[in-house]
C-alpha cells in the first residue's frame, strides 16, 4: 500500500497560482495511475485531473481544463497539481489519489483508485 501526503494549499487571491505536491512512499508513483479530486461540504469528492497509466495521457474535468496541470517528478515520486487563474468556486479540500493498476479510460471514478492522501485546503478568496 502507498502513503500519499498532499502539501502546497493555501490563501490566495482569484487570479493567482498555487502548486500542490503529492509525495509518496511504499511504491513508485510512475508505475500505476495518479490523480487528484476536490471536495468541499455537503458535496461529493469531484474529479479533477489523473493520468491513467505511467506513460498515459492526462485529462482534466471539463472546469479546470487550460487551468490545471498535473505533472509528475520520478525522481522525488512525486505529483504536482500546477494551478493558475484560480477562481473562488477552486476553493475545496484538494486529495492526491494513486493506484497501481490502470484506471478504465477516461474514468473520473473515486473507487478506481485504492490510496489517498489527508488532503490540503485551497482558499481562493480576495
Known amino acids: 500500500q502507498v502513503q500519499l501526503v498532499e502539501s502546497g494549499g493555501g490563501l490566495v487571491q482569484p487570479g493567482g497560482s498555487l502548486r500542490l505536491s503529492c509525495t509518496a512512499s511504499?511504491?513508485?508513483?510512475?508505475?500505476?495511475?495518479t490523480g487528484w479530486f476536490r471536495e468541499t461540504p455537503g458535496k461529493e469528492r469531484e474529479f479533477v485531473a489523473a493520468?491513467?497509466?505511467?506513460?498515459?495521457?492526462?485529462y482534466y474535468a471539463d472546469s479546470v481544463k487550460g487551468r490545471f496541470t498535473i505533472s509528475r517528478d520520478n525522481a522525488k515520486n512525486t505529483v504536482y497539481l500546477q494551478m493558475n487563474s484560480l477562481k473562488p468556486e477552486d476553493t475545496a479540500v484538494y486529495y492526491c489519489?494513486?493506484?497501481?493498476?490502470?484506471?478504465?479510460?477516461?474514468?473520473?471514478?473515486?473507487?478506481?483508485?485504492?490510496?489517498w492522501g489527508q488532503g490540503t485546503q485551497v482558499t481562493v478568496s480576495s
Open positions: 493520468r491513467r497509466w505511467s506513460g498515459g495521457n492526462t
Open positions: 489519489a494513486a493506484d497501481k493498476r490502470p484506471l478504465p479510460y477516461g474514468s473520473e471514478c473515486v473507487g478506481d483508485f485504492g490510496s
Open positions: 511504499g511504491r513508485t508513483l510512475s508505475d500505476g495511475a
